[in-house]
């Protein structure tokens, strides 16, 4: 069998076989060429091998001068003919070779045979090993694949686990600020309870020409202790409990301050636009139309809660 069909059923392509025996000079060398070669296309082969060709610097062989094979100056070894000497010069960058009387004993046909399946040996291996890479590689990209995956799904886990906190705490201070509106309007209907209950008390002693009853004790929600209620008329500050896209502020204004000017200073503070506040007990929505109105007018003294928007 010839070393042409010896690629051949080894599965390589008929034209780089031919052009690796061309280059190399026998069987071995030639499937170290195609090994070496595998990835160039055939085109960029020819190329390579008319420019070798044309650039060689390995002497013919001189029959007159009895010279039987080349010998590499750089390195010592010899060769057959000058494709072997030619493969050598390719694959190992040297460039000096001159002629040699000793004759290279050809392969028998059994270290052809052994050498043959050597060779088959290598080959497969150097398959093998490229599919195993190729097992390894598919591998690592899966599990690269698979973590980028998890930590995608863990950020998302981690956001929305954030935000049904902030929603969460934002209901909390909101059912918070509605019960302490509550809870004001109710210490405000009672506060003005008393004080009509005075006043009738204190308009029926001067019917009846005697001296008013005692004003009641009442406890106040401060830590002052008792304190004596009053009517919303002789209070000349007002409490607002603001509750802002950014947080809850406590501020004092003057009973005459409108509700322009409450606005303008949560503005200059936070730069904060109001559009409107918003009144949960008694229920009212003042706008911008109603800005003009003061504190005393809207019914805020001596307190009130705003949710401002």
């Known amino acids: 069998m010839t070393d042409l069909q010896n690629l051949l059923d080894m599965g390589f392509e008929e034209k780089r076989a031919q052009m690796a025996l061309k280059a190399s000079g026998n069987l071995t060398s030639a499937i170290d060429w195609l090994d070496k070669n595998q990835e160039k296309s055939l085109e960029e082969l020819q190329e390579e091998q008319a420019a070798e060709s044309s650039t060689s610097n390995i002497p013919e062989v001189d029959p007159d001068a ?6 590499c100056d750089v390195c010592g070894k010899k060769f057959r003919n000058a494709s072997e000497a030619q493969f050598h010069a390719t694959k190992s960058g040297h460039d000096e070779f001159s002629q ?51 930590e995608s799904a863990d950020i998302k886990e981690d956001l929305r686990k954030r935000e049904q906190l902030k929603d969460a705490q934002k209901a909390k201070m909101e059912k918070k600020a509605e019960a302490d509106a509550r809870k004001r309007a109710l210490e405000k209907i009672e506060a003005d309870k008393m004080e009509r209950k005075r006043k009738a008390d204190a308009e029926k002693a001067a019917r009846a020409g ?19 209620s009053k009517p919303a008329s002789a209070y000349t500050e007002t409490r607002l409990r603001l ?6 502020v406590m501020k004092n204004f003057p009973v005459e301050t409108t509700l322009f000017e409450v606005a303008h200073a949560l503005n200059s503070e936070s730069g904060l636009e109001v559009q409107s506040f918003t009144q949960n007990f008694p229920k009212k929505v003042f706008d911008s139309t109603d800005f003009g109105m003061t504190l005393k ?13």
């Open 66 to 71: 009895q010279a039987n094979s080349l010998q």
């Open 100 to 150: 040699s009387t000793e004759i290279i004993a050809p392969l028998t046909e059994e270290e052809k045979k052994a050498k043959l399946e050597e060779l088959r040996a290598r080959l497969a291996a150097k398959r093998a090993e490229g599919s195993e890479q190729d097992k390894l590689d598919k591998k690592k990209n899966e599990e690269i694949r698979r973590k980028a995956t998890k």
């Open 210 to 228: 005697i001296a008013p009853p005692p004003q009641p004790e009442v406890t106040g929600p401060t830590s002052h202790g008792p304190t004596t």
């Open 243 to 248: 509750q802002t896209p950014s947080g809850t």
């Open 297 to 309: 007018e809207a019914g805020m003294v001596p307190s009130a809660a705003l949710i401002v928007r």
